[in-house]
């Protein structure tokens, strides 16, 4: 975020395995109000999901399986994400691994947030919501 006179929307991308897809909306339930505000993105079936069962804008990539995880962490490499919230299913193999990985990397890389559960997503939402009441 800029220190300019206007406080910019905070750029949020969403991402949730199949087995973390009801925690990701049960999250963005009790963060609503706040990611009203928030300029998000999402993979495909968490984005649908988002918008229709919590009401959000949501802009939709493809499903993380066909290039939708690689599509936010393109995004992310230029700027044009300020955290990611990718709720990761640890139990659970994932045929997509490599460009997982990639993702969380990136996050490492451009030294963007990144929670991978539910206890670091809260965190990281307090934190920002926090910070847009200063």
């Known amino acids: ?9 905070f750029r949020l991308a969403l991402i949730a395995h199949d087995n ?11 963060f609503a109000p706040f990611l009203q505000g928030c300029a998000l993105c999402a993979t495909g079936t ?9 009401g959000l804008q949501v802009e939709r990539m493809l499903s993380g399986p066909l290039g939708g995880d690689l599509q936010i962490g393109a995004r992310l490499a230029v700027g044009e994400v300020d955290a990611v919230i990718f709720l990761r299913d640890p139990m659970t193999p994932q045929p997509h691994e490599p460009d997982i990985n990639a993702l ?10 990144c929670a991978t559960n539910v206890a670091s997503a809260r ?3 307090q934190r920002w919501m926090a ?3 200063v």
């Open 1 to 9: 975020m800029t220190s300019d006179s206007c406080t910019p929307r």
């Open 20 to 30: 973390k897809k009801d925690a990701m909306v049960a999250l963005a339930r009790e």
């Open 46 to 54: 968490t984005g649908g999901r988002l918008a229709q069962e919590v």
């Open 104 to 113: 969380v990397r990136a996050c490492d890389v451009h030294d963007v947030p």
């Open 123 to 125: 965190l990281l939402l």
């Open 131 to 133: 910070a847009q009441t």
